[in-house]
């Protein structure tokens, strides 16, 4: 929360297009080296070197595009308005854990007599891919629900 996520991804794009300029003059560089015999290959070495470990980061992220689908908004329920229940909604803001990017977080819990429902919902607020994100953040949730669930099914009835 120190930098809003706008300004911080604009901030995020100039470093990775600073980060390809200097291998585009790293590459200029060895080729100048190799044709006229120029100093300084360690220089251009260790920039080259630099140059691709700030943009590893990015290749990871536009890997991870490729895997996944083009989604920001996923919602387990296919039909969220359903009538005659007795139903909360929990809200939240989650966090991503590389960059803290924001997604608004929906959790629905319903009653409809014979069983309980939940329902999540987690929608990122920048960009338009979530690398998987909201997904595996409801995998995890709906995970540790069912595992809580099962404990306390299977514990001894409070005296």
Known sequence: DFVDAPP?????ALVALLAALALLLAGIALSRLWNFG????R???VGALLAVLVL??????????TIYPPLRDILTAPYPDINGQSEATITAVARGLVLGLPADVAIRVADDGDSVVVDMRSASRYGRHDLGDNADRITDFLAELDQEVAGQVGAAPAE
């Open 8 to 12: 911080f991804l604009w901030v995020l």
């Open 38 to 41: 120029d100093r300084g290959g």
């Open 43 to 45: 220089d251009l070495s």
């Open 56 to 65: 590893a980061p990015f290749g990871v992220a536009a890997y991870w595009a």
